[in-house]
């Protein structure tokens, strides 16, 4: 079993629609956890920090749920722009390696 | 949000030679930063974990001596690629660990990564 795993991709969505994205993680000790956006050709930049009592920024939504170790990001009114592939990162001890998920490739549709 | 920098951008180079990347917190200080390595349509795969002032820690598989880590100072990381193969041809990312206090948790930062094409 990988250490974080991701919804295989790609979704393909029409503009507008919600999508929401999950990640799981093995280890019960992670401490952090993260989702990153990559466009195609360039650096992942991070989206949004994800904290236990869960939070949202404007139309995106984070949840944690440690019980079943899981992470949520919930894409609310998509647009074009939206389209890129999303990453969760896990950290799992005081080193603060990110473990990494392969990615779900997001392609918002006209 | 942070800054980081990487240079250069896009590196092509002959068989055998060696290139250097450079990454750079240009907003804050960095003890910590981190080395990917990209293929296409591929996740990040971490190569080495670099510390400022100590040696890197190299990930399994990477080899220490092709692949040298320097973190002289608090704001620069190298990564160098000694006797580069057409192998080594991807796209190399750095992350920088920003520290911040109170409730807000660590976060890594990538510079816009490297492109190195070996012929």
């Known amino acids: 079993r990988k250490e974080v795993e991701q919804d295989p991709g790609p979704f393909n969505v029409p503009e507008g629609a919600t999508v929401a994205f999950n990640c799981t993680y093995s280890?019960?000790?992670?401490?952090?956890f993260f989702w990153y956006r990559q466009d195609c050709r360039k650096e992942p930049k991070l989206l949004m920090s994800v904290y236990s009592s869960g939070n949202e920024d404007g139309r995106f939504t984070a949840q944690l749920n440690r019980a079943s170790q899981y992470i949520s990001l919930l894409i609310r009114d998509s647009k074009l722009s939206d389209s890129a592939t999303y990453l969760c990162?896990?950290?799992?001890?005081?080193?603060?390696?990110?473990?990494w998920g392969a990615g779900t490739k997001l392609i918002i549709k006209p | 949000g942070a800054v980081v920098s990487q240079h250069p951008s896009w590196v092509i180079c002959k068989s055998g030679t060696s290139v250097k990347i450079e990454c750079r917190s240009l907003d804050f200080q960095a003890t910590t930063m981190f080395w990917y390595r990209q293929f296409p349509k591929q996740s990040l795969m971490l190569m080495a974990t670099s510390n400022e002032g100590s040696k890197a820690t190299y990930e399994q598989g990477v080899e220490k001596d092709k692949f040298l880590i320097n973190h002289a100072s608090l704001t620069l990381s190298t990564l160098t690629v000694t006797s580069a193969h057409p192998e080594d041809s991807s796209f190399y990312i750095c992350s920088a660990r920003r520290v911040t206090s109170g409730y807000l948790t660590d976060t890594q930062y990538f510079g816009p990564g490297t492109r190195l094409t070996v012929l």
């Open positions: 990162a896990v950290s799992p001890d005081s080193n603060y390696q990110l473990i």
């Open positions: 280890n019960s000790a992670s401490q952090s």
